[in-house]
């Protein structure tokens, strides 16, 4: 039995998040802590670290609701992420069930911040700042939010625990807490971009990409633990290798990590249109082992409403962007979200919406409706919407998007896919006990997209198969192996 203190760590939020996790459990285990399984949950843990999202207003509560919950199963309770981040000192103040509120710059430091909760010591937390206004950072250094730190003997030590590093070579701070044959690979920290609706900005700070080497080096290590999609994430891809003075290290990169041994697919994310170059399309459409796939962060159509939001196109432009991409690749996958309702979008505006939708053959949709967010320009913008008027075009633009979707879905049938196998069908909750597996075609990304119920015959987890579509149920497929 270990006689090592217990740390249960709950993640919420995106996939940058995911990464920040494996970082925190790395830095907690070389502290020398133990980390609760998913049996053992907050109930077997001595701290619960919650790791929030700060985004929206139903993210702020759900990261809340969490840490009151973690409180009532009697561990010490510490607040960390986006949230914590972004409040500091406020939310210390309005939640004292949390023991500790914990910035970004507290990550390199979590084993002595642990040790002050179990001893009872209570630390002030940080006054917020607007990270944006900070100093820039070389590329060659590591910003302390949310970084990953490729370290040559960390915190003293010869060697860091099992399974945090590989066994030579430079050291990638990061420890897998789900398992399974996808992971997340954070490119970059931070945003530059300034729309008018986002805070996301002011608390992660400028964008700062991490070097090609050592997101390399990252996804030999992943590899190394069975993954075979590696999600590329970030604020902003497009703009990877700015700040490292290469516009095309994105285009460069993405070969590279194609080629690491045990990699299969490649997967990147959130992409903004308007810096998506035609080297990049080209470089997803057309490398080997890289998905043709496009997370498009379009946001709206409407040319007045994006110049509002600080943002650039229009339904033409965007287009036009979605036929270059299938003129490459016809069967390519688009993702994007919108939002409805935003001050001063008029209904020739949510009209230009809706045409765009219609005419885009978009594979997955996020329909979020405009509501203010302390700490933006939008929130101060005039024209605001009535709450009513905005859930109405919610709803009618969901209901297109579903009907939409399901049809882009519908007209895969007959085609062949290559699906990831990740799941069991019946662990996946699926009515056919034999049913085979449950995973996901390469326009269909992890937990926001559709996914594939694979038949046949000699299936593993982890394989990539071939599959031909024989039937679709809303956005996701039915494919068997022949």
């Known amino acids: ?101 914990i910035g970004f710059d507290d990550y390199t430091s979590i084993g002595d911040r642990l040790d002050d909760v179990m001893a009872g010591r209570r630390r002030d937390a940080h006054t917020p700042r607007d990270r944006r206004t900070l100093l820039p950072i070389s590329p060659v250094e590591r910003p302390a939010h949310g970084s990953h730190v490729v370290v040559p003997g960390h915190g003293g030590q010869d060697d860091l625990p099992d399974g945090v590093a590989p066994a030579s070579g430079p050291r990638v701070l990061r420890r897998r807490l789900g398992g399974g044959p996808v992971a997340p690979l954070k490119l970059a920290s931070g945003c530059d971009r300034r729309c008018t609706f986002c805070a996301i900005p002011a608390f992660r700070g400028a964008y700062v990409s991490r070097p090609p080497a050592e997101v390399l080096e990252e996804a030999r290590w992943l590899a190394d633990h069975g993954v075979r999609e590696l999600v590329l994430v970030s604020e902003n891809s497009t703009s990877y290798g700015k700040d490292l003075g290469d516009l095309r290290a994105l285009e460069k990169l993405l070969p590279e990590l194609a080629a690491v041994d045990g990699v299969e697919r490649v997967r990147v ?131 297109l998007a579903e009907e939409l979707t399901a049809q882009r879905a519908e007209d895969r049938v007959g085609s062949v896919v290559r699906v990831l196998l990740e799941d069991k069908a019946e662990q996946a909750g699926d009515a056919e006990p034999d049913g085979g597996f449950e995973g996901r075609a390469e326009h269909q990304a992890p937990e926001v997209d559709g996914t594939v119920l694979v038949r046949g015959e000699g299936l593993a987890l982890g394989d990539i198969v071939e599959a031909r579509v024989v039937g679709s149920d809303g956005v996701d497929l039915i494919a068997d192996v022949s």
């Not at 919650?50 to 309770?77: M, P, Q, R, W, Y």
């Not at 939002?339 to 594979?363: K, Q, Y």
Request: charged share 25%; aromatic share 6%.
């Open 1 to 101: 039995m270990s006689t090592r203190r217990k740390v249960s760590l709950i993640t919420l939020g995106c996939a940058r998040n995911e990464v920040d996790s494996e970082e925190l459990a790395a830095r907690i285990e070389d502290a020398g802590w133990d980390l609760a399984d998913g049996a053992d949950g907050a109930d077997g843990a001595d701290v619960v670290v919650v790791n929030t999202c700060g985004f929206i207003e139903a993210a702020k509560k759900d990261s809340i609701d969490t840490l009151l919950a973690a409180h009532d199963s009697g561990a010490k309770v510490v607040a960390a992420g986006c949230m914590a981040e972004r409040y500091g000192s406020e939310l210390a103040a309005a939640l004292p069930e949390a023991d500790a509120v």
């Open 269 to 399: 994310s959130y992409l903004q249109p308007a810096e998506t170059r035609p080297g990049l399309i080209e470089a997803i459409c057309g490398t080997p082992g890289v998905a043709p796939y496009f997370d498009m962060s379009f946001q709206h159509a409407s040319g007045p409403v994006l110049r509002s939001m600080r943002r650039f196109g229009d339904r033409e432009r965007f287009l036009g962007l979605l036929d270059q991409i299938r003129a490459l690749a016809p069967e390519a996958g688009v993702r994007s979200n919108f939002i409805v309702g935003f001050p001063g979008e008029t209904e020739d505006d949510f009209e230009e919406l809706v045409e765009f939708l219609s005419a885009a053959r978009l594979d997955a949709v996020g329909v979020f409706g405009y509501s203010d967010e302390e700490g933006t320009e939008a929130a101060n913008l005039d024209g605001k919407l009535d709450p009513a008027d905005v859930a109405a075009r919610v709803e009618e633009l969901s209901g």
